[in-house]
């Protein structure tokens, strides 16, 4: 069972930034997709954002289109989640996932790809 391991989130008020880090274990092998989740309380968990393992495939929800920045470092099952201009409505728990592929230029937007999750960090926007 691979355990991913996030770190970041917090409480921030509208309009100010933040920045989410999630990593695999460095003794995991493979190459991984990741992602950002989200779940707003009494709200279904929806997607954010999504990098392939080939660093340049890059997917978005167009609600944080603009302002969320997915990025990863080239060779490492680690992502980070930089978050600008944050609102209220980005109020939710964030959860890292991930999914062992061979695929290098794709990443699912679906929950149900990916098989391992972190334990979900809070982010805040109030003021």
């Known amino acids: 069972q691979v355990q991913l391991v996030e770190s970041g989130g917090g409480l921030v008020q509208p309009g100010g930034s933040l920045r989410l880090s999630c990593a695999i274990p460095?003794?995991?092998?493979?190459?991984?997709?990741m992602a950002w989740f989200r779940q707003a309380p009494g709200k279904e968990r929806e997607f954010v954002a999504a990098?392939?393992?080939?660093?340049?495939?890059?997917y978005y929800a167009d609600s944080v289109k603009g302002r969320f920045t997915i990025s990863r470092e080239h060779g490492k099952n680690s992502v980070h989640l930089q978050m600008n201009s944050l609102k209220p409505e980005d109020t939710a728990v964030y959860y890292c996932?991930?999914?062992?592929?061979?695929?290098?230029?794709?990443?699912?937007?679906?929950?149900?790809?990916?098989?391992?999750w972190g334990q979900g960090t809070q982010v805040t926007v109030s003021s």
């Open positions: 460095e003794r995991t092998t493979g190459n991984y997709a």
């Open positions: 990098s392939g393992w080939n660093i340049y495939y890059t």
């Open positions: 996932a991930a999914y062992s592929t061979t695929v290098s230029n794709y990443a699912s937007t679906t929950s149900r790809a990916y098989e391992y």
